[in-house]
């Protein structure tokens, strides 16, 4: 019966432990950059236009130009939001790092 609890442990303990997302996925660094740089992107069209239909295209342009800086493609993005937004305690590290990065830069 021991032995039992021993692979119980083991196997929550593995799957507990997933802090990194898997190699098609963004890792928080990344993502934590690009989410901020479309953040930006957004806030700045929303307080220069107000109405979201006025400047969509020149949002979507915008937002696939900081992809290509990134090195990413919207698909992928797309999948590590999905991912994020699934796993909790990553969203939380991903909100983490933006705000402590948000937070240098206006200090």
Known sequence: M???YQTFAFLVLIACQQ???PYDV???????LIVEEITIIE???QSRYGVPSQ???ALD????QALVKAGCTRKKFKKSLRYYAAHPEL???LNEV?????SRKLN
């Open 55 to 57: 400047y969509k295209k």
């Open 98 to 102: 933006l705000l402590t990065n948000m």
């Open 61 to 64: 342009k915008s937002v696939d």
């Open 43 to 45: 806030t700045h069209y």
């Open 19 to 21: 802090t990194q997302p």
């Open 2 to 4: 021991t032995r039992f």
């Open 26 to 32: 963004l890792g928080l660094n990344q993502m934590a």
């Open 91 to 93: 969203q939380k590290s």
